[in-house]
């Protein structure tokens, strides 16, 4: 069984002077509010780190990287530092080094997930021109073999999608459904959108700096033995935030066969609550049923046990402190031998993995808007 792991994802920050460094004050007031609601000692140690996807420094100056560096003093969880082609436009990452040590690619053991955090600029010329070289393609495959062979679930970290590779992004997203990577996590869009193809779950956080669509924010994801869960947290939205960890949300379901992800009749429902000032209770409800109180374990999760529930789609929400999350699940509950029921979900075979095809759509409740603005390749109105 995977463990528990979460992290904040800020969107691409591109920190430019150009607008009098609006991006960078944005990211200040973000970092700020993640430290008051979810840092260290207010979510009780249960944010693992923090994340930037590439695109930090706009022109990839010295001056836009210090200026950065020290923003990021005002969140202290660890840092995971990506570099993407806004940050390769000097030709080489030298001046990054400023924010990060320890440039891609690269992995991480973490709670009983290998993550894997990948250079896609460098091998390109830019401009966008996102590559894989052949030793880090080589790498990759070794990486996530040996993580299947240890019983660990990998995650992986990359500046855009698959799709947006020059070089063989089948491959790469074939290689991340073949070993049943849990989320990939990426930047490049500009807007929040979830990518599901059947596999693979695959994530985007607005931009800090060129916002396309709404509110400043970031997104705090939490993966529970495998199950992914997303959401976005605008500046101005209230606090706590409430996140259901567990059973996956109907949208987000890669593998039916797991309880986790299709319940079987009973299951255990998990949150998690950042940024509530006592969390004394929480409180699970499924459909119009009979509010169940919920038991904190300890480790930064709430649970409690749902029993004899019937086949179908079903609402789930957990309350806490005035904080609530939703999500859709889908139960098929187990059949008496003398009255077998529908065999269980099928799957299509996998085609065009890691493309934006795939995305789930609007999400209104998550902050996904679902019009894709921004510079990607699939990106409209831009």
Known sequence: MAGLLTWIHFGDLHVDEADGY???????????????HAGPESAGGTVDFAFLPGDNANHGTHDQYARIADAMTGLSLPWHVLAGDHDFEPGDLTAMHAITTNLAPYAVTMNGYRCLFLDIVSAGDGGPDFRIDPGQRRWIERELSAA?????????????????????PDGIAGLFAAHRVAFVDTGHTHYNELLNDGRV???????????EEGAAGFSVVTLDDGIPSWRFQAIDDPWPLVQITAPADRRLITDPDHSGHVPNGSFVVRAKILGASAPAEAFARLDDGAVVAMTYDGAGLWEATIDGVADGLHRLSVRSDGGEDVIEILVRAPRPLDRPGPPRLKRNAPTALGRDVHAIGAWPDRGIDGAQRGPNKNGLDW
Not at 148 to 168: C, E, I, K, N, Q
């Open 22 to 36: 609006e991006g960078l004050s944005r990211f200040r007031a973000l970092a700020a509010l993640a430290q008051t």
């Open 201 to 211: 779950v695959y994530g985007a956080t607005r931009s800090t700096g060129q916002i």
């Open 148 to 168: 299947t062979a240890a019983t660990l679930r990998s995650v992986v970290f990359m500046h855009a999608y698959p799709g947006d590779l020059r070089d063989d």
